[in-house]
């Protein structure tokens, strides 16, 4: 499985960016999907998670001003960024799990919010 992610890109406090994350090869092994992210000098953390059934979890900052969401045919994960504060600049990440238990990283995308 490879995949690759966009959507990154500078925005004001406050707007709204949407990031997706294309999978390719055996996108039908696909499990669970994940975006993390990772700011400058901290280590990477969990945004959030959805399953292939579409049950999601989010870390609390991130609660109420994104979502997750995916498309399985497309063996495509997305990520709605609202309200966004300068505290989520960061390099996002996608990555998946596979059926065979193995997990995959997307090359990130930079997101930085300007106060």
């Known amino acids: 499985v490879q995949l690759q992610a966009s959507g990154g890109g500078l925005v004001q406090a406050g707007g709204t960016l949407s990031l997706s994350c294309a999978a390719s090869g055996s996108i039908f092994s696909i499990t669970d999907m994940h975006w993390y992210r990772q700011a400058p000098g901290k280590e990477r953390e969990l945004v959030a998670a959805i399953t292939r059934g579409g049950s999601t979890n989010y870390a609390d900052s991130a609660k109420g001003r994104f979502t997750i969401s995916r498309d399985n045919a497309k063996g495509t994960v997305y990520l709605q960024m609202n309200s966004l504060k300068p505290e989520d600049t960061a390099v996002y990440y996608c990555?998946?799990?596979?059926?065979?238990?193995?997990?995959?990283w997307g090359q990130g995308t930079l997101v930085t919010v300007s106060s």
């Open positions: 990555h998946t799990n596979t059926l065979r238990g193995l997990a995959y």
